[in-house]
């Protein structure tokens, strides 16, 4: 099943890429390595998912709006590469907008990951950073970047 398969069997679309909010670009491709910028999550209007996890948002919301995130990232991916199925997913830094003694980044972070694992397989599995941040840009929950290989 393609990884595209796979999204509509979950019930899942890609996002529209999402313009940059700054002077920045949604990727950057180097030989076959794949740098996607960092993203934050959407709703279906484009508007941004704000809160700081804890105060705001629970971790079980903030783990759907790191998979949210996830989703835009292979949408940036399928860009890049015009395929999916030519994605591997290298490395994963996701970083959550939360209280100071909040501990389960990687929790939240795992909406991500799992998506990854789920859509591409073996492919999705990565290497990765979950950091915690007392703020992120425009208060958005969770922000995550990755870098991928495109394969020929």
Do not use: W
């Amino acid at each position: 099943m393609t990884p595209e398969a796979k999204l509509a069997s979950m019930g899942l679309s890609l996002p529209e890429i999402p313009q940059p909010v700054a002077n920045y670009v949604p990727f950057k491709v180097n030989g076959n390595t794949l740098y996607l910028s960092g993203q934050g999550p959407r709703r279906s209007d484009g508007a941004f998912i704000v809160g700081k996890v804890v105060k705001d948002v629970t971790a079980a919301q903030a783990y759907e709006h790191a998979k949210l995130v996830g989703l835009g990232l292979l949408a940036a991916a399928k860009m890049a590469a015009g395929d999916l199925g030519k994605i591997e997913v290298l490395k994963v830094l996701g970083m959550v907008n939360a209280v100071p003694d909040f501990t389960d980044h990687p929790k939240v972070i795992n909406g991500c990951s799992d998506l990854f694992v789920e859509v591409l397989g073996e492919r999705g599995r990565h290497a990765r950073s979950a950091v915690g941040m007392g703020s992120l840009p425009m208060n958005i929950s969770v922000e995550i970047e990755a870098v991928m290989r495109i394969h020929g």
